[in-house]
């Protein structure tokens, strides 16, 4: 073993995990390119799970950063005002909130994904006066105890070592393949006295289910979830951590369904540069907190409002969108294509925009074809409760060539899963 690795082996928590599948040292990192200390490149299909939508060290905002910090701006705040803020909210509400429409407050929760599901079950809880929160299976929504409340996988909540209390989950779009809409079932506890179930303070859920296993809801699915919501009077929270900021075509995930979230979680992306920074929107009519009421120390990462607020001139442009959308779409036809010339694998389309995989139903096949594709220096992960699909993350900004070459790895990858596993052998048997 490396020594650097041996060292990590020696030291680090049992808990670390991305290090056991993409066991190199790496070193430097530039657009969708990774090298590690031998000087082998990688393509990077993972994108930091979504944390890098725009690649490794973005020119742009690379310069700004390195400007920023050579002028010696502020770098810690907690909520103070800096001009790093004040340029980062005004181009947020100017770029990307107002030509859609949108009116909200911005709330700064602390640097993660989970820190922003947290307070948004905290204000929802607060303005309604009600407990339980709904969720839905095969969810994820972060790892401290309010957001693993509402999260289905069931090893990480037995991680939590305490019962998680005051949520109620319900069957996802197509949890279920059966002509029984789960929405009515939903509806039906809402409506009877009997089922255990009171009106919940809000509901959580992701567009696209990301951990879960890149399990898209359809339009009419949250078009009709938001219809109940109103209708009760339950508060409709969007966990748009990882499928927003680009991620599945349109710089919001509901964009498309043309819902109205009362409160939107975002993070991973939204710093542009892989820097922590995680925001909570909120409908103004919603946002009475009080000063101090929910904090935390670092809820102002000024450099990481540097490189957002530079993100936001992709968006500009309108042919960026499109060009997401046109690459999104070179994806699904590749891998439709995948599952036609591969039906050893069993595998079925999942996920939208570029938050695509494969969900194969032999045991064990994604987790091998991700192992190939590292084998051919192309990085990507596993989704899914058995880490049944292997998903492509490539940064949103990628090029034509460097998606290709990425696909062609994948092919090579999925061609020897089949081989290896001797599927081939055991279809024609069959």
Not at 101 to 114: A, E, I, K, L, N
């Amino acid at each position: 073993m490396n020594n650097k690795l041996q060292l990590i082996e020696e030291l680090e928590s049992s808990v670390r995990s991305y290090v056991r599948s993409f066991p190199a040292v790496f070193t430097k990192a530039r657009g969708y390119k990774i090298w590690d200390e031998d000087g082998n490149e990688y393509i990077d299909f993972f994108a930091g799970a979504g944390a890098l939508n725009y690649g490794h060290n973005e020119p742009g905002m690379k310069k700004k950063l390195v400007d920023y910090i050579l002028d010696d701006g502020i770098t810690h705040s907690l909520d103070k005002a800096t001009d790093a803020k004040v340029e980062f909210l005004d181009k947020l509400n100017e770029i990307i909130l107002k030509p859609r429409g949108m009116d909200y407050r911005v709330m700064f929760p602390g640097p993660t994904g989970t820190n922003t599901v947290e307070s948004a079950l905290k204000i929802a809880r607060k303005m309604t006066g009600r407990t339980d929160i709904v969720s839905f299976t095969n969810g994820f929504h972060g790892m401290t105890i309010g957001s693993l409340a509402v999260t289905g996988n069931s090893m990480k909540r037995k991680g939590a070592g305490i019962p998680l209390s005051h949520t109620v989950t319900m069957p996802y779009d197509n949890f279920v393949e059966s002509d029984n809409d789960p929405l009515e079932y939903f509806e039906r506890f809402l409506e009877d006295n009997g089922s255990g179930v009171a009106v919940p303070a809000a509901v959580i859920f992701e567009t696209v289910q990301g951990e879960g296993g890149i399990n898209a809801a359809s339009m009419e699915w949250m078009q009709r979830l938001e219809k109940i919501c109103r209708e009760w009077g339950i508060l409709l929270i969007v966990d748009d951590v990882q499928a927003g900021v680009g991620r599945t075509g349109t710089f919001f995930s509901f964009e498309p369904a043309g819902i109205k979230p009362d409160i939107i979680c975002l993070s991973k992306s939204i710093g542009g540069y892989g820097l922590p920074l995680a925001i909570t929107l909120i409908k103004p009519e919603l946002d009475k907190w009080k000063p101090g009421e929910h904090n935390g120390t670092f809820r102002g990462n000024n450099m990481a409002f540097v490189t957002a607020a530079e993100s936001f001139t992709y968006w500009e442009d309108p042919q960026f969108e499109k060009s997401i959308q046109r690459k999104a779409d070179k994806v699904t036809k590749f891998l439709s294509d995948m599952i036609e010339k591969y039906p050893e694998m069993k595998g079925s389309l999942k996920g939208r925009g570029l938050m695509q995989g494969i969900s194969s139903d032999v045991e064990g096949f994604s987790e091998k074809v991700a192992e190939h594709a590292f084998e051919h220096r192309l990085i990507m992960e596993t989704a899914g409760g058995h880490d049944q699909v292997f998903k492509l993350f490539p940064p949103i900004n990628i090029d034509e060539e460097g998606l290709q070459a990425g696909l062609d790895i994948i092919e090579k990858s999925i061609q020897e899963a089949v081989e290896s596993m001797n599927l081939k052998e055991e279809t024609v048997t069959n």
